[in-house]
């Protein structure tokens, strides 16, 4: 089982990227799925969690710039984000929760690079 991010980039402040993140191999069910940024010096943080079943959570700082998604049909899960700040310049990991076979395990995609600068 693997999990490719992509859509990262350099965008203006104000400015909009869609992130995606699939999740290919031996795939039974995917739980939970997520995104996560580390900034330089930065600790890992939560940005946006989504359940199997369509139920989201934000950090304060993103909730209504935002938007987690999924198409379970598709294995993929998607960030739009919106009205984007300097502040969120960071590197954007995908993480989810995949049944394979019958063993359930958190698989962690590889990061994509989002810089948000004039």
């Known amino acids: 089982v693997q999990l490719q991010a992509s859509g990262g980039g350099l965008v203006q402040p104000g400015g909009s990227l869609r992130l995606s993140c699939a999740a290919s191999?031996?795939?039974?069910?995917?739980?939970?799925m997520g995104w996560y940024r580390q900034a330089p010096g930065k600790q890992r943080e939560l940005v946006a969690t989504?359940?199997?079943?369509?139920?989201?959570n934000y950090a304060d700082s993103v909730k209504g710039r935002f938007t987690i998604s999924r198409d379970n049909a598709k294995n993929t899960g998607y960030l739009q984000m919106n009205n984007m700040e300097p502040g969120d310049t960071a590197v954007y990991f995908c993480?989810?929760?995949?049944?394979?076979?019958?063993?359930?395990?958190?698989?962690w995609g590889q990061g994509t690079q989002v810089t948000v600068s004039s």
């Open positions: 989504i359940t199997n079943g369509g139920s989201t």
């Open positions: 993480n989810a929760d995949i049944l394979s076979g019958i063993r359930w395990a958190t698989y």
């Open positions: 191999g031996r795939i039974s069910l995917i739980n939970n």
